[in-house]
C-alpha cells in the first residue's frame, strides 16, 4: 500500500506512513467503524430485551422501507443485489401507540370503588364533624335528616295513595258480611233484641273522580233490602241523596247551607315536594330554639338489648314550647311557597273567611297559642332524651315529666329487628296506664316480619304476628302484607273468656292501579264477620246528580214511608205499636 500524502510504500497494515508519519485512510475508517458499531449494537440490544408493543412482521409481503436487500436496479444489464446499510441495521424499531382503555377502566373501577365508601361512610362522617357544632345545632341536624326520611319515605306514599285518584275515575266496592254467630254475640252483650237479625249482608259500590263522588249503598237486613245513592259535585258544592225504599224522590243538599265542602278530601294536601322541604325547615328551625341542649355517651335499652347511643337531654318549658311555636310561626309570615298553599288551599276548605288576609291568618293563630299556653297551669318541665347511632340516626325517643312517659325505640343488628313502645299515663283519680309494646322479627329486602306482645298494666292483651309487610311498597302509597291478632283483649272487650281465641286476620295486597283487602274475624265455630274493600283506577268518567231532586227538606221529608222504617227498627226490637205484625203494614 501506498501512503496518499508522500506516496511512500508501506506495509499492509501500516496505521502511520514511516516517512511523513501521516495517518493511513484504512485505519481511520477502521476505527471509526469499530467505535460506532458497539454503540449501536448496545442501542438494538437493549430494544430487543425490553418488551415491545410492536407487531411481528410477517414473514411473507414487502419490506416497510424500501431501503431493504433485493433486487434493486439494474446496472448494465446486471442485476444488483444491494446490502442493508448500517442506517436500517442498526434503527431503532418504531414504536406504536398504545390504548388508553385498560387505564380509563381501571380509573371508573378505582373512583367506583371511593364513591361507594364515600356513600356508605358519609353519614358516620357528618355525624361526626356535627360533634364540632353546639349541641343544639348538632340535635336539629339529626332532626333534620329524620324529617326528611320520614317524608320522603311514608308521608311522600301516603300522598301518593290519597291524590292517586286525581284525574282520574276508581270504581270499587266494600262488602261487609256479619254472621248470626255474631249477631247472637253482640245481643247477648246488649239491651238489644235482635231476635230478627238473622244476618247482615252490606255491599257498598263508589265511583269517585277528580270533583265528584257516587256512592252507592246496598244492604240486606234479614228480609229488609236498603239502598241508598249519594252524589257529590265539588264545583257546584252540592250533593243529591237518593233513598228508594224510603222516598220516591231525592233530596237536594247545599254544601254552602250546611257550611260544608263537597271537595275532594285531597285537595288541601300539600306538594310532595314541598312538604319534604317545609317539614325539614320547620323542625330544624324549631330545634333550634332549644336552649341548653346536653350531649353525651349513653347506653339505652331496647327490647332487652344494650344500645350503644349518643344522647342529647333537652328540657322543654311551658315558655319555650310557646317561644318556639311563636318563631316557627312569624317564620311562616315570610314563607312564600306556604303562603300559597294556605292561601289557595287551606283558607278556602279551613276557615269560613275566605278574604281573610294571609298575614292576619297567621296572627290569629298567633294570638290563639299565646291564649293556649297563658291557660295552661302546669309549671312542670318535659325532658326530651333523643338516642342516635354512629351514623346520626335517631334509634330511641322519650318523653319524660315527674309522672308520664312515652318511649319508642328501633334497634336493628344484621336483618334482626327490635321495637319497644312504652307508655305510661298517670290519673290523680284513676288507675294509672300502662302499656308495653316488644316485637322483635327480620327484615330481608325490606320485607318485615314480626311477632308483638301488648300488654296492659303487666298483663298480656294482644299478640300480633306481621308477615311479608312490604315496606318499599308502603312508601310508595301501598299495602302488602298479612297481620293477625289475637288474645285476651277481645275475651275482656266482650267479658267472654271464650272469646280469647278470637283472631283478627289482615290480608293486604295493594299496587298503584288496584286495591284488595280483606279482613276477617275467626273464632274456633268459623268466621264471625268479614270486610272485603276492592278498587281499581280507571278513566274519568262524569258522575251526574240525580234530577229533578227537592231541594226543600220538610217537603221531602213528608214523602218519607214510614213503614218502611218501622220495619227497619223491629229488626233491632223496638215496636212502638206493641203486638202489631208491623211486617203485614205497607204505610202507616
Not at 140 to 157: P, R, T, V
Not at 444 to 472: C, H, P, R, W
Request: proline share 3%; aromatic share 8%; glycine share 6%.
Amino acid at each position: 500500500m501506498y501512503c496518499k500524502n508522500c506516496g511512500a510504500q508501506l506495509p499492509e497494515n501500516a496505521a502511520f506512513c514511516g516517512k511523513c508519519g501521516a495517518k493511513l485512510e484504512a485505519a481511520a475508517e477502521a476505527e471509526i467503524k469499530a467505535s460506532a458499531i458497539p454503540e449501536e449494537i448496545n442501542e438494538n440490544t437493549v430494544s430487543e430485551v425490553l418488551p415491545s408493543e410492536e407487531k411481528p412482521q410477517e414473514e411473507s409481503g414487502t419490506p416497510e422501507s424500501g431501503k431493504a436487500s433485493g433486487p434493486s436496479e439494474d446496472q448494465g444489464g446486471e442485476t444488483v443485489t444491494q446490502d442493508p446499510s448500517e442506517e436500517d441495521i442498526f434503527a431503532e424499531p418504531k414504536k406504536k401507540k398504545r390504548s388508553c382503555l385498560p387505564f380509563v377502566i381501571a380509573a371508573v373501577v378505582v373512583l367506583a370503588i371511593i364513591a361507594g365508601a364515600v356513600i356508605a361512610f358519609f353519614p358516620y362522617v357528618a355525624n361526626t364533624a356535627m360533634r364540632l357544632a353546639s349541641p343544639e345545632k348538632h340535635q336539629a341536624y339529626i332532626y333534620k335528616n329524620a324529617a326528611k326520611d320520614l317524608a320522603e319515605g311514608y308521608l311522600c306514599g301516603a300522598v301518593d295513595a290519597m291524590t292517586r285518584i286525581d284525574g282520574k275515575s276508581a270504581d270499587g266496592k266494600i262488602e261487609i258480611d256479619i254472621s248470626s254467630e255474631a249477631v247472637e254475640l253482640i245481643e247477648s252483650e246488649s239491651e238489644l233484641d235482635l231476635s230478627a237479625l238473622e244476618n247482615v249482608d252490606i255491599d257498598f259500590e263508589y265511583s269517585v273522580n277528580g270533583n265528584d263522588q257516587a256512592i252507592d249503598l246496598s244492604s240486606e237486613l234479614s228480609d229488609i233490602t236498603l239502598n241508598a245513592e249519594l252524589r257529590t259535585n265539588s264545583k257546584k258544592n252540592e250533593a243529591t241523596l237518593y233513598l228508594p225504599e224510603f222516598n220516591k224522590n231525592a233530596l237536594e243538599i247545599d254544601g254552602d247551607e250546611l257550611e260544608v265542602k263537597f271537595a275532594p278530601f285531597f285537595t288541601v294536601l300539600p306538594e310532595k315536594e314541598y312538604m319534604v322541604s317545609a317539614l325539614c325547615d320547620y323542625t330544624e328551625f324549631l330545634l333550634l330554639n332549644a336552649r341548653d341542649v346536653k350531649r353525651g355517651a349513653k347506653n339505652t335499652e331496647i327490647n332487652g338489648h344494650s344500645v350503644k347511643a349518643t344522647c342529647f337531654e333537652t328540657e322543654i318549658t311551658n315558655e319555650l314550647a310557646k317561644d318556639a311555636a311563636i318563631a316557627v310561626l312569624e317564620k311562616a309570615k315570610t314563607d312564600k311557597e306556604l303562603e300559597k298553599y294556605i292561601t289557595d288551599r287551606v283558607i278556602p276548605y279551613a276557615s269560613y273567611d275566605e278574604d281573610i288576609d294571609y298575614e292576619d291568618y297567621i296572627d290569629d293563630l298567633i294570638e290563639d297559642t299565646e291564649e293556649w299556653y297563658e291557660e295552661t297551669e302546669e309549671e312542670g318541665s318535659l325532658f326530651l332524651y333523643t338516642y342516635v347511632n354512629a351514623k346520626g340516626e335517631i334509634i330511641a325517643v322519650k318523653l319524660e315529666d315527674d309522672t308520664d312517659l312515652l318511649f319508642i325505640g328501633r334497634y336493628q343488628k344484621g336483618k334482626n329487628v327490635y321495637y319497644e313502645i312504652e307508655i305510661i299515663a298517670d290519673y290523680e283519680d284513676e288507675e294509672d296506664d300502662h302499656i308495653v309494646i316488644l316485637a322483635e322479627g327480620t327484615l330481608i329486602k325490606d320485607k318485615l316480619s314480626i311477632e308483638a306482645d301488648y300488654s296492659y298494666n303487666d298483663e298480656e292483651m294482644l299478640s300480633i304476628t306481621v308477615t311479608g309487610f312490604d315496606l318499599k311498597a308502603l312508601k310508595e302509597g301501598c299495602i302488602k302484607g298479612d297481620i293477625e291478632i289475637g288474645g285476651e283483649a277481645f275475651a275482656d272487650a266482650f267479658d267472654e273468656k271464650a272469646l280469647k281465641n278470637i283472631t283478627v286476620k289482615i290480608e293486604a295486597d295493594n299496587t298503584k292501579e288496584e286495591t284488595d283487602t280483606s279482613v276477617k274475624i275467626l273464632m274456633k265455630k268459623g268466621e264471625l264477620a268479614s270486610v272485603r274493600i276492592e278498587s281499581k283506577l280507571k278513566d274519568t268518567k262524569k258522575i251526574k246528580l240525580h234530577e229533578d231532586a227537592v231541594s226543600d227538606a220538610e217537603e221531602w221529608s213528608e214523602d218519607i214511608s214510614t213503614g218502611q222504617i218501622l220495619k227497619l227498627l223491629t229488626l233491632f226490637g223496638y215496636n212502638p205499636y206493641g203486638e202489631m205484625d208491623l211486617s203485614q203494614t205497607e204505610e202507616l
